[in-house]
């Protein structure tokens, strides 16, 4: 073992920046701010902002009436807000903008009339916030199989949209079964999985020819990091999925020369570094970037939230 290499991009993406400076800036506001959910997928995220002063629920029931309660990064279904505004509770909506295009989508595909496919993961919160769009007119697609099973009638108005974290070479093969069965259905007018999702996957298969083990940086529950793991290990390349530094396991590292070290998009870069310090502790002095790609997305904060800060600053 002598090298390292370090993907790029990695790490936090914009709509997680923005989510994690939510609730970092509702708290210097408000004291006491209740989270629905994981605010990002990051147990290292979400224990920080826990040591601030951020209080975790999994429902906004669990939130006291009247209380700030902000939604996480991944996206809720119309009837969450409908119920937080019934328990009076203000509500600081940290969606992703992309997140939020995909709903938006979702929406218009309905009230035009049409039956929507979305490809994505049963259970993850994006998912289930996007399907609650729409709840009759959505059936979820997970993979291959379940596009071939599909069984709409001849000349049903059909529309697919997707989960912002998939696999993009996987969601390629489920749209193209979609598009041989189904010649006319609709798309959304910009592809749904999301620029650092693409970005990240995309630079692990740059730096597959030069490691033999891929550690991706990310908690189990992070769509992102997992499709991260697989892209290693569809192109043959040992792939390990591990929180910090204390999940490596030195048996992984046995005829190893290069290991690559990436990160999902909800992962600090702290969390990186920490893993550099444990390679040398062991003397491996050679930690270098592959292929330095810079992303200059930004999103800025709620509305919501930016109306407040903006009327504190005035007073």
Not at 26 to 32: E, K
Not at 136 to 147: H, R, T
Not at 218 to 235: C, E, P, T
Not at 273 to 280: L, N, P, Q, T
Request: with cysteine.
């Amino acid at each position: 073992m002598r090298r390292v290499l370090l993907a790029s991009p990695r790490g936090y993406c914009a709509g997680v920046e923005r989510a994690v400076e939510t609730v970092a800036q509702a708290l210097d506001l408000y004291g006491t701010v209740y989270v629905r959910k994981e605010i990002v997928h990051n147990r290292h995220v979400v224990r920080d902002l826990q040591e601030r002063g951020a209080i975790f629920v999994q429902e906004e029931q669990e939130a006291p009436p009247g209380a700030t309660l902000v939604l996480s990064a991944h996206g809720v279904a119309p009837e969450v807000y409908r119920r937080g505004q019934t328990l009076g509770q203000k509500t600081i909506d940290a969606t992703c903008p992309l997140v939020t295009k995909v709903h938006v989508q979702a929406r218009r595909f309905a009230e035009e009339g049409y039956q929507i496919v979305l490809i994505g993961h049963a259970g993850h919160e994006e998912v289930i916030g996007t399907m609650g769009e729409a709840p009759k007119a959505i059936v979820l697609v997970e993979s291959v199989a379940d596009a071939e099973a599909l069984s709409f009638t001849a000349g049903t108005k059909l529309a697919y949209v997707t989960q912002t974290t998939l696999s993009v070479e996987e969601t390629a093969e489920i749209i193209a079964v979609l598009r041989r069965r189904y010649p006319y259905i609709r798309s959304p007018k910009r592809e749904d999985i999301c620029y650092a999702t693409s970005n990240r996957q995309r630079a692990v298969k740059e730096m597959l020819p030069q490691i033999q083990l891929l550690l991706v940086i990310g908690s189990k529950n992070s769509s992102n990091s997992n499709r991260l793991v697989d892209v290693a290990r569809a192109g043959g390349i040992d792939a390990h999925l591990i929180e910090d530094a204390a999940a490596i396991e030195e048996s992984w590292l046995e005829q190893v020369e290069t290991v690559g070290i990436t990160s999902g998009a909800s992962a600090p870069e702290r969390l990186v570094e920490g893993v550099c310090d444990w390679f040398r502790e062991r003397g491996v002095d050679e930690i270098e970037q592959a292929r330095i790609v810079e992303e200059h997305v930004e999103f800025r904060l709620p509305v919501e939230l930016r109306r407040e800060l903006r009327a504190r600053d005035e007073r």
